[in-house]
């Protein structure tokens, strides 16, 4: 089994990186570089030209158009947000060119959730508009096309449309590895290619600037020309090249010479890097062939004799989807040696364009610290920086990094709940803590003024309540934020404290920036360690009260607790000289914050930690990159994950518990295909058997970590006594735990008092 010595350093580094301080540091929003000469350098691609060195990463625009496919007022304003902010050069979602071919692309009835270019004419006043909405403020927009999902598609396509996913060859279907993906035949494959050729002469006469091709994190287009993915034995596509290479010369011949194409791939699927031994399993052991880096570079080179421009490459797959979607844990500019080694090779090579141009390299993933990204551009690691959710979080980033506004920047904070969870889930793309992100179209940035002044108290300053209190004083209204203790931030407090949840604490540092700004603000007054009590509420006569008062935890009463040294998740994260002298750690509770304290624990305080977790999964409905991450990391660090084990009582410096050791038991450790959504049912999964035993496990220090249970009480108290005219409950102490439901509430109810 082939394996990469760089690819293998990087990822055996990506658990622990967090003990280098520079590293960490790297990834906090400094300025000590400005002005920012190097990313506000203009560039050239073929013959266009780019005014920065700013890429808005593509991010699926999914239910983001008319069922039609054609583009939408939500798309377009979405995207001219990011025009507006001041990026150079903007890149759309997946737009599929294989309607027809591809069943996992379509829904019933010839619908779509994705956008499309190829459906008819009333498909393009749509990409038009889109394209002069973007031109108004100076960027320049590339289209993405996909030739399809294949088999990392929704295999609903077998219920729905009778129909197995498609591949390049008989392929495990990613989500359901039961169903197998069949293979496309050639005469398929070359009417993909004739489509890419239309979508791109389409895309040209609709003024968009250039085609950009989605052939990376193991989609259709590298099933083809991966030979991981791609095993066929004969016929023209049994060379895996030869798809990629057809298709961009289809697109070269339709669009003429001077028209950008781009290509996005990885420089390696990582799989056998990160599995090992465990390649052996059945969803994984027909991909252990993938591209090594001489490989991919020797295909990149081909690419562009063909007529390719520009490259962005990151590394991984669906199969280990930490990687091409990086979450909190990742480091900050965790791909720049991949760039910096793609960039040195075709330098020294002297590898031009056919525009006789150097073939610019753009970096990826977690790149949204202004520092870092300069860093990486004057080091000469690549040429372009791309954003991707840096952008969904605060489309005034560029410009801001531009005037030197850094503080004012609002962090992404890598939990992947809205920009990939929520459309995972049925949604669209949203963000965490940018509220407006995909409602442009029906919220403008600024509030509009109250038309009546009201006093307004909001109780709480985690990131409801900040959120809702600032942008009620920005409408005028008279605002008082109280909190109960002297710190801003509620449970992102604890939950930054772990150094892999730096983006975290960056989003808790700006919420007190935000709330220390409008305290220059006549109509902002901020009480901390004041806690709103009944009579209280009653003296300060508020018009309106928004309760924000958060969650709190869930303590079972389980038997003998006193006899075992039991402390809670969030106070201990808050108070770490609790763990002193302790050596073995039992968390119970396999949540995200469970899994996440036990992460701290074993990597920066060197316990030997065990999880307890009464269901099958441990953190179900967390995002799929961000899930396989702790856990994979926690397996090679030796934690121990229990699933289906229930805590009885405690004992003497031990917990009683009961395991079902049923070989009908999920693997808790297995990464490499996702939870299915709940209201998906897969009729193949085998159904879960009892065989359980009572087990002793002794620790000297048990973390609870089961949950929390909204704080409303006083709410509910407030509402009975009538105290104010209007009064709302929102965030934690309405439901979830999720900052962007919290942030969510706080906008909606503030816009409208």
């Not at 219920?159 to 293979?183: C, G, M, Q, R, V």
């Not at 010479?257 to 599995?275: F, G, H, K, Q, V």
């Not at 704080?711 to 104010?724: H, P, S, V």
Request: with cysteine; glycine share 8%.
């Amino acid at each position: 089994m082939k394996t990469d010595k760089m690819i293998t350093e990087l990822i055996d580094g990506y658990g622990n990186w967090f003990n280098d301080d520079d590293y960490l540091n790297s990834g906090k929003m400094t300025k000590d570089l400005y002005p920012y000469d190097f990313i506000f350098k203009p560039i050239d691609i073929n013959r266009i030209k780019v005014k920065n060195r700013i890429v808005m990463a593509p991010m699926g625009n999914i239910s983001m158009c008319d069922e039609t496919g054609r583009p939408n007022d939500q798309m377009i304003d979405y995207f001219v947000e990011r025009a507006k902010g001041g990026v150079g050069l903007i890149t759309t979602g997946l737009i599929p060119i294989s309607q027809g071919i591809d069943p996992t692309v379509v829904e019933p009835g010839e619908l779509s959730y994705f956008p499309r270019i190829d459906r008819s004419r009333s498909v393009f006043a749509g990409w038009r508009d889109l394209a002069a909405g973007v031109h108004n403020y100076g960027a320049k927009i590339f289209i993405q096309l996909t030739p399809g999902l294949g088999r990392v598609g929704n295999p609903q396509c077998l219920l729905t449309l009778k129909k197995l996913p498609k591949s390049a060859s008989w392929n495990p279907n990613f989500y359901i590895p039961e169903i197998p993906s069949s293979p496309l035949s050639d005469r398929q494959l070359k009417k993909i290619i004739k489509n890419a050729g239309q979508a791109s002469a389409d895309a040209k006469a609709a003024n968009i600037d250039g085609v950009y091709l989605h052939g990376h994190e193991g989609y259709l287009l590298e099933q083809l020309t991966n030979p991981a993915f791609n095993r066929r034995k004969t016929g023209r596509y049994s060379d895996w090249q030869a798809f990629g290479l057809d298709m961009v010369r289809e697109i070269r011949d339709r669009v003429g010479p001077d028209y950008p194409i781009m290509y996005r791939i990885d420089l390696s699927l990582a799989l056998n890097e990160t599995y090992g031994d465990k390649m052996d399993n059945k969803s994984l052991r027909k991909f252990k062939d993938g591209r090594t880096i001489e490989m991919t570079l020797d295909y990149m080179e081909n690419l562009v004799k063909e007529g390719v421009d520009i490259f962005d490459v990151d590394l991984g797959c669906y199969d280990n989807w930490w990687l091409p979607h990086p979450p909190a844990g990742m480091p900050p500019g965790c791909f720049l040696e991949v760039s910096k080694l793609v960039k040195d090779y075709f330098k020294e090579r002297g590898i031009l364009s056919n525009a006789g141009k150097e073939v610019p390299i753009v970096a990826v993933g977690k790149l949204g610290y202004p520092d870092l990204s300069e860093q990486a551009l004057r080091d000469g690691k690549c040429d372009m920086v791309m954003l991707g959710r840096p952008l969904l979080a605060d489309p005034y980033w560029p410009n801001k990094v531009y005037r030197g506004d850094i503080e004012d920047i609002t962090p992404c904070i890598g939990c992947q709940e809205g920009c990939i969870n929520e459309f995972v889930e049925g949604g669209h793309p949203q963000c965490a803590v940018n509220p407006r992100t995909s409602f442009e179209y029906s919220m403008s940035l600024d509030p509009v003024p109250a038309n009546e002044i009201k006093k307004i108290g909001v109780i709480g300053a985690g990131p409801a309540g900040v959120t809702a209190a600032i942008i009620a004083a920005k409408r005028g209204h008279n605002v008082v934020l109280v909190e109960k203790t002297n710190s801003i931030g509620g449970k992102i407090i604890p939950g930054g404290v772990p150094k892999i949840k730096y983006d975290l604490d960056n989003y808790r540092k700006y919420l007190e920036r935000q709330v220390e700004q409008a305290t220059n603000l006549e109509n902002f007054k901020y009480l901390p360690n004041t806690e709103a009590t009944i009579p209280w509420l009653k003296e300060q006569k508020f018009d309106a009260i928004i309760f924000a008062t958060g969650s709190e935890e869930i303590i079972p009463p389980f038997e003998n607790m006193e006899k075992a040294n039991v402390v809670e998740a969030t106070e201990l994260l808050q108070n770490p000289h609790m763990i002193e002298n302790a050596k073995k750690a039992i968390v119970i509770g396999g949540g995200v914050v469970g899994c996440e304290t036990a992460y701290w624990l074993k990597y920066e305080h060197g316990l030997d930690v065990t999880v307890v977790e009464m269901e099958k999964y441990f953190m179900n409905h967390v995002c799929t990159a961000n899930r396989g991450h702790l856990i994979y990391y926690m397996e090679k660090a030796g934690v121990e994950l229990l699933n289906c084990t229930k805590v009885i009582k405690f004992e003497d410096n031990a917990v009683k518990v009961i395991q079902n050791v049923s070989e009908t038991v999920p693997d808790p450790y297995l990464t490499w295909h996702p939870i299915l959504p709940e209201n998906i049912k897969n009729p193949l999964a085998p159904k879960l058997k009892k065989e359980e035993v009572e087990k002793i496990i002794e620790a000297d220090l048990f973390v609870m970590a089961i949950g929390n249970k909204p704080r409303n009480q006083l709410f509910y108290d407030a509402q009975k006594e009538r105290i104010a005219g209007e009064i709302y409950n929102i965030g934690d102490s309405f439901r979830g735990e999720k900052v962007l439901e919290a942030t969510r509430a706080a906008n909606a109810v503030a816009r409208t008092i």
